[in-house]
């Protein structure tokens, strides 16, 4: 059985809650345009494809889950009502503000821990499952390709990895002939990580914008 079915709050105050995290979103955006890669937190369907690879325990020791770039929790949602009693979820999240509304969100997740942290400063642990929400077209190729090279480190044979880009990045970054070049070496690297790990890709178009997501296994 999956523990974290939660009991659900009354529908008032879940929509306050969930256009307050909009805003929330949003401003950390304003403050942040780069790390966020986005004014609105993902879709119920573009998270429930990102959890999808999340299967049942049928181990005493559970399974260990990192969910990279929580925002709002609109992925960490999902992961929890997919965790079994002995699984672990670690969420990493850069900003300070994003992590407070985090705590308070999953508090009574026992086995929820968020680390407010760089991906890029955590411990190389093995888990069986990564979670990115990573906007890797936002950052320089440096970076995503440091990131994937950590990704992989923490995978184990079994482990998967699953992110999410948007849809028609050249079309919408046209214009700017120089972001377009980086983007490609962005893609270049995507492609030899997709090339050197397992991958498969899915398009979810209920989200804004839409979406395709990855699966890598090793
Ligand atoms: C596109 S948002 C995704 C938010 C949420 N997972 C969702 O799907 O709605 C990317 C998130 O990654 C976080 N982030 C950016 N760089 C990071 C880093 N180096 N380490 C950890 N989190 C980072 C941002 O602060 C932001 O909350």
Redesign the pocket.
């Given at each position: 059985m999956h523990i974290n079915q939660a009991v659900e709050a009354p529908y008032f105050p879940r929509v306050v809650e969930a256009v307050r995290e909009k805003l929330v979103?949003l401003i950390?955006f304003f403050r942040?345009p780069?790390?966020?890669?986005?004014i609105?937190?993902?879709s119920e369907a573009?998270?429930n494809k990102?959890v999808k690879p999340i299967k049942l325990s049928n181990t005493p020791t559970g399974r260990r889950y990192l969910?990279?770039?929580?925002?709002?929790?609109?992925?960490?949602e999902s992961m929890v009502k997919k965790l079994s009693r002995s699984d672990r979820l670690d969420v990493?999240?850069?900003?300070p503000t994003?992590c407070s509304l985090l705590r308070k969100k999953f508090r009574n997740y026992s086995n929820v821990r968020i680390i407010e942290?760089?991906?890029?400063d955590l411990k190389e642990i093995p888990y069986d499952g990564i979670v990115s929400?990573?906007?890797f077209n936002q950052?320089d190729a440096k970076?995503v390709q440091q990131?994937f090279d950590k990704y992989r480190k923490m995978m184990k044979e079994s482990s998967f990895l699953t992110y999410?880009e948007y849809k028609y990045p050249r079309f919408l970054d046209k214009i700017f002939l120089e972001r377009n070049r980086r983007l490609e070496e962005i893609y270049q690297l995507k492609k030899a990580v997709g090339d050197l790990l397992k991958e498969e890709k899915e398009s979810v178009w209920f989200n804004f914008p839409p979406a395709n997501v990855r699966y890598l296994t090793k």
């Open positions: 979103f950390g942040n780069t790390a966020m890669g986005s609105f937190p993902s573009l998270t990102l969910e990279v770039g929580a925002g709002t929790g609109a992925v960490t990493v999240e850069i900003d994003l942290a760089s991906v890029m929400s990573l906007p950052f970076f990131v999410y």
